[in-house]
């Protein structure tokens, strides 16, 4: 039976390892880059990240800094300009930068747009998409598309489908293996070590065996994430399998907020707030035609805002600003926008002229949630019932659901939380399976240690193919001495006929 099944299994890997392998090839080395981004992106630009160093100062407070940063900002335009911080992310380093997504208006025109902030005086030391932008938008679309772009989303059913495929290469694999080390102790140990001294043939043989053994669980749970992201019909069964409704996270539910943290600046959280978050693709220029969209309730740009710029260049905002938030050189998402004006499970009561202090609920918050690494704080438009919300970082939810605080805006009153815990244990379940695909659970050595596995996978389909084209190549060689050998015995045998006959 079992040696049945491993036959199976070895046809099942072979033929299956050949048709993905490719795709398998693209698929992790691109992940590779995707899990190093933000390593990638500090190199690039340090000071993006990382604040100058302000010996025997300590950093101010939000509501302080978000206050001084309005008034620096607006005072940086020549044309009067509004300037309002929507969301802003501290962190508990006093020499990592602070991260704000800020909107403008004029009176032609608003446009929303990132900026770093030196948490000891407020100025902006980066704006913008990163240099790396582009080139990681591009490597994130060859991983999820394969780069093909088509409306019946073809890319992303060759990804996942591969990914299936991928899965199972890598099962039969591990099946493969798994008895071959029960045969004496000699097979034990290369089991577990690649050997790489005895010839080309064998380091190469090892590289794919004992490497894929060590990185097969990683690979397989990636495969298999990958491919419920860019299938439907793989989440729906997903979901019915789990018990999960979709209605739990529609608008109005309690913890359909998290959105807010997900699209509007907090993602990439302690590893220093990746880009991709709510930074788009810089659009074009040119004036659109008529007047800009009016705001949604709540008072942030609406989907017009975000997605039409004017003409003009970075001196019409003033002369020492920097192009990056000029409108037409920094488009955004307006998914990130929308997200600030999504439904909030508690609201603020009594709406009054003035709003409380900011400084005075953060200090509460840190009260509340002592020793985090940081905060994400989303402040609402003063004359709404809008709550402020606060999301800690530093727990193992964070990337899942993360737990978010409301205050009332006008009290300072606590008005409750949502939390992982607080979760259904199917929306648990769900919550984790995209967070463990990108290496964001727990903290940077889950990063790492997927990363070394997918490097691990960039090698297994090389390696794959040199055996293959190894086996081929001895086959020819085994039928041309057969078929030599069969000539020899024909001439053979020839001769002796032709001796017979004389």
Not at 300 to 323: C, L, M, R
Not at 446 to 464: K, W
Request: some cysteine; hydrophobic content about 40%.
């Amino acid at each position: 039976m079992m040696k049945a099944l491993k036959i199976a299994c070895r046809y099942v890997h072979r033929y299956c390892g050949w048709i993905v392998g490719i795709v398998f090839f693209v698929m992790c080395l691109t992940g590779c880059m995707l899990m190093i981004q933000p390593e990638i992106e500090r190199i690039a630009e340090p000071t993006r990240f990382r604040a100058p160093a302000h010996p025997g100062e300590t950093p101010m407070a939000p509501g302080t800094l978000i206050e001084t940063f309005e008034r620096l900002e607006s005072e940086s335009f020549e044309t009067p300009t509004t300037v309002r911080v929507r969301s802003l992310q501290t962190s508990s380093n006093p020499r990592k930068t602070w991260r704000a997504l800020v909107s403008a208006q004029n009176a032609n025109e608003s446009w929303v747009y990132i900026a770093y902030v030196d948490p000891f005086n407020a100025k902006g030391v980066s704006y913008g998409a990163s240099k790396t932008s582009g080139f990681f938008r591009a490597v994130r679309t060859w991983h999820t598309s394969l780069k093909i772009e088509s409306k019946d989303r073809v890319g992303m059913k060759i990804v996942g489908y591969a990914g299936l495929v991928a899965a199972l290469t890598l099962l039969t694999g591990l099946i493969r293996w798994f008895p071959s080390f029960l045969k004496n102790r000699e097979a034990l140990k290369n089991a577990f070590r690649p050997v790489l001294n005895r010839g080309a043939a064998r380091a190469i043989f090892d590289l794919h065996n004992v490497g894929g053994f060590y990185a097969m669980l990683a690979l397989f749970l990636l495969a298999l994430s990958g491919a419920w992201k860019s299938l439907p019909w793989l989440q729906n069964g997903c979901d019915k399998l789990i018990g999960y409704e979709v209605a739990q996270n529609a608008p109005g539910a309690p913890h359909g907020v998290a959105g807010a943290r997900d699209g509007a600046a907090a993602r990439g959280g302690r590893e220093g707030g990746r880009p991709d978050a709510g930074e788009g693709k810089g659009r074009p220029s040119g004036r659109p035609e008529g007047a800009r969209q009016g705001r949604p309730e709540g008072g942030a740009p609406g989907k017009g805002d975000a997605a039409k710029e004017s003409a003009g260049t970075a001196t019409n905002y003033g002369a020492g600003i920097q192009a990056r938030r000029a409108p037409s050189l920094n488009g955004m998402s307006p998914r990130a926008i929308m997200a600030l004006n999504a439904n909030v499970a508690y609201k603020s009561g009594e709406i009054l002229e003035k709003p409380a202090s900011l400084d005075a609920i953060f200090d509460s918050q840190r009260n509340l949630t002592p020793g985090v690494g940081g905060y994400e704080i989303v402040v609402p438009d003063p004359g709404t019932d809008r709550a402020v919300t606060i999301t800690s970082f530093g727990s193992f939810a964070e990337f899942c659901k993360p737990d978010m605080f409301y205050w009332d805006q006008y009290s300072g009153e606590f008005l409750g939380k949502t939390t992982f815990a607080d979760l259904p244990r199917a929306e648990k379940i769900r919550s984790l399976i995209v967070p463990f695909h990108k290496g964001r659970l727990f903290n940077s050595a889950t990063r790492y240690l997927l990363f070394l596995a997918g490097l691990i996978g960039v090698v297994l389909p090389a390696t794959g193919y040199i055996l293959m084209v190894r086996r081929w190549l001895a086959k020819g060689k085994s039928r041309n001495k057969a078929s030599e050998k069969e000539d020899d015995n024909a001439e053979n045998a020839s001769e002796t006929v032709a001796d017979v006959v004389s």
